[in-house]
């Protein structure tokens, strides 16, 4: 009997403590609550907006091949041009990729400009940033004077990327193509200190050392 009337007397206690703070505390839950809300909605929209995004950048992306396919190139290269500045890391990077793949853009100071907004605007995984500073090396190569060059190579050349073989390469031609030969072996030789090179660069770089010796 007592045991029933304790317990009955601190449920009420407890009943009693929980409505106080209810009251206390309501404006309190009543915006946690509010915000939680919020967040969820938020987040189911940004997830659908950002899927919507995908599948919409995916029809523009088969849209601008089909022009290309109908050799209606000058359409084709306004699409993947605004796709690029979607600033989508999948299909900007397609986009930029096939413009090059089918010469759309005969201006490389263009070019090099969505490469730097391209790399600029978006988080990438490190071999792919890798990979498109390399790409505009390449394309800049033959245009731009020995210091731009190297300056925009230490960015891969400090680094242990799977590239840093493939722009001693393009520096060591470069240097070769000047008849510049001493800074050109310096830049071949240092492809043979890295270990599991491309077979192809191996050779490309002995038979340019070989080539010059002998001249």
Do not use: C
Request: charged share 25%.
């Amino acid at each position: 009997m007592n045991q029933n009337l304790f317990e009955a007397k601190y449920n009420v206690t407890k009943k009693n403590k929980f409505i106080a703070f209810y009251e206390k505390n309501k404006i309190l839950i009543y915006i946690l609550i509010a915000i939680a809300v919020t967040i969820f909605v938020s987040a189911n929209y940004y997830f659908a907006y950002k899927e919507n995004k995908k599948i919409s950048l995916s029809e523009k992306y088969i849209e601008a091949k089909i022009y290309l396919e109908n050799k209606e190139n000058n359409k084709a290269k306004n699409i993947l041009k605004n796709i690029i500045y979607e600033n989508d890391s999948t299909y900007s990077t397609l986009a930029l990729f096939l413009i090059i793949n089918q010469n759309l853009f005969l201006d490389k100071i263009e070019l090099s400009k969505l490469f730097d907004h391209l790399i600029d605007r978006n988080k990438f995984p490190e071999d792919l940033k890798n990979l498109l500073i390399f790409k505009k090396m390449l394309l800049n190569s033959n245009d731009i004077d020995e210091e731009k060059l190297l300056e925009s190579s230490k960015t891969l050349l400090n680094t242990n990327t799977i590239w840093k073989p493939h722009v001693l390469l393009l520096i060591g031609d470069y240097f070769s193509s000047k008849n510049e030969n001493i800074k050109a072996i310096e830049f071949y030789n240092k492809i043979f200190t890295i270990k599991n090179i491309p077979n192809d660069i191996f050779n490309h770089a002995k038979l340019q050392i070989a080539l010059i010796s002998n001249e």
